[in-house]
Every structure is written in C-alpha cells, then in structure tokens.
C-alpha cells in the first residue's frame, strides 16, 4: 500500500474528525488567485507525466472519489485537475441516482463495475458513499433497495463497515485510492445557487430540489462526519478540502495527487535482455528500408 501524503486537510484515521472544524476557506495569507492557477498548471504538467508512467508502469490503478454537497465544484474540479492526462489512461463516472437493475444489486455492485484497471486513472464524481449520505438523510429511499431486513440502528455502521472492507481490498490489489470531500459552505453554495438563476448560460445547471435539500444541511454534515470519521484509513485517506475558494481548491487536489503518485515509485518498463539483445539488427533492418 502507498503511503499517505500529510496535510492540513488530511482526515485523520483516529475518529476525530468534526465537521465544524473543516475549513470551507483558505487560511490567512494563503496563496492568491493568480499564484493558485500557476500552481495548478504547474501539477497538472506533472500529472500529465506521470499518468503515463502509470499506464507503462501497470502496477497500480488509481481511483479518486469525489464528494460533495451540491455546487461546490466537483466537476470543474476534476476537469481542471485532470486536463491534458491522456483520455486513454483516464476514465470518469458520474453517479446519480440508481437504476432499476443497480437496485436489484447490493449497493457496491454499480461501482465496482467502473473500477480503473491497473495503469489506469478511474474518477467516481459521487459514489457509493451516497448510500450513507443521502440514504441516511433520507432513509425512506432504502424501501427501493427490497432488503431482506434493515435495522435501523445499526445499518448505516454496517455499510460503513463494507466500504472498508472494500476499500482495503482494493488497496491490497493495487488500487490507490484517495477520497476528496470538497467542502462549500452554506453561504456560498447559496451565492451560486443564485449565480445559476442569474446567468442565462448556468440556467439548465439549476434544480428546485437542490434548493430543497438545503433544509436538511444539518442532517447531511452529520452524515459526511460519520461517513469521513468511519473511512479515513491508511490505505483509503480522506482529504476535506475548503471549497469556497475554486483556484485555491482545484491547486491542493492537483498537487495531492501528484504527491500521491510520486510515492508510488512509478517507472517505464525495461525491456528483456532478449529484446534488447535484438534492438542492433532491428535497427538496421529499419535503416535498410530507406536506402
């Protein structure tokens, strides 16, 4: 397993973590806009690279998990982290709400589909960690799932138990996985809310029940701390990152995960000593060609 890069946003494994302690803002004295994109260009350049080691490499997938409440730039994000990596070695799944045969399935079943094989960059924008967020919100959605008993009391301890079984499996095959909880405040997801009413071009991203579910934000920090204090493990960590400041959160998710990679001891593949005993006369057979 890989080892885990330390931040300031880092979700510790100790159950500690509280939600009302997750910055939504970069610190004082933090980097400006400009500084943040030059960063940012500067990691992606880097990323651009590795993620072809990666490929080359095939030792390693790597599965990056997006939460967040809504509007607070998981798409943007990921297309700004992730721009110029070679869409051969990259793959990107949005999940919204299940489908009649996703239900029919245990509630890992749809993602495990879209996991990234070996050399490979997978990016889950929500994931099953909807099941002990907005389920648990709204637990009247688990009369969907036909489950042959639930308990009340101890099923969403239960499914977080699976998601560490799950993860830590993944991680022991060779899947590095790094979760990114971007973290919008109440206020600001309010502002641009109104940005998309304001704006002819955001309109069709605007959604009455959007709005609707900001009655129940209390409910669902309580959920994202239970959810993030029950996962942040060594092989699976959580990284809350303050999103009310696009720039400054695009630049820490971009440099975190170059970070991640660099420890990953990537390498192009050396070539056998037969093949490269052979590599004179395929030369010359090429060379030959011209003349």
């Known amino acids: 397993m890989f080892t885990v890069v330390d931040s300031p946003y880092l979700v510790p494994d100790n159950g500690t973590f509280t939600v009302a302690e997750a910055a939504t803002t970069p610190p004082s004295g933090s980097l400006g806009k400009r500084a943040c994109k030059r960063r940012l260009k500067a990691a992606t350049k880097e990323l651009r690279e590795l993620q072809r080691v990666l490929y080359a490499h095939d030792r390693y997938a790597v599965l ?12 943007g994000t990921i297309r700004s982290v992730l721009t110029g990596v070679n869409p051969a070695g990259c793959q990107v799944f949005s999940f919204k709400r299940p489908s009649a045969t996703e239900l029919d399935h245990d509630f890992l079943w749809r993602t495990a589909r879209s ?19 907005v389920v648990r919100v709204h637990p009247d959605l688990l009369q969907y799932q036909r489950l042959p008993a639930i308990d009340p009391d101890t099923i969403w301890q239960e499914r977080l138990q699976s998601i560490r079984d799950h993860e830590r499996h993944l991680a022991a095959n060779g899947t590095v996985i790094i979760k990114f909880w971007l973290n919008v405040s109440l206020e600001e997801q309010r502002q641009r809310f109104l940005a998309r009413l304001d704006q002819p071009e955001k309109n069709w991203k605007f959604a009455v029940a959007d709005v609707e579910e900001r009655k129940h934000w209390d409910e669902y920090m309580q959920a994202y701390q239970e959810a993030l204090r029950g996962t ?3 092989w699976a960590p959580w990284y ?18 170059v970070q991640t990679l660099r420890r990953l001891g990537l390498h192009y593949p050396q070539p056998d000593a037969d093949a490269v005993a052979r590599f004179g ?9 011209a003349s």
Do not use: C, H, T, W
């Open 281 to 289: 006369e395929m030369r010359r057979l090429l060379e030959s060609e």
């Open 115 to 133: 996991l990234p094989e070996r050399g490979r960059i997978g990016v889950f924008n929500r994931s099953y960690y909807e099941e002990v967020l």
């Open 240 to 257: 809350a990152i303050p999103a009310d400041d696009k720039p400054y959160m695009r630049m820490i998710v971009a440099e975190l995960l």
């Open 64 to 75: 990056l998990i997006f939460q967040a409440m809504d509007a607070a730039g998981k798409d």
């Open 232 to 234: 942040s493990r060594q």
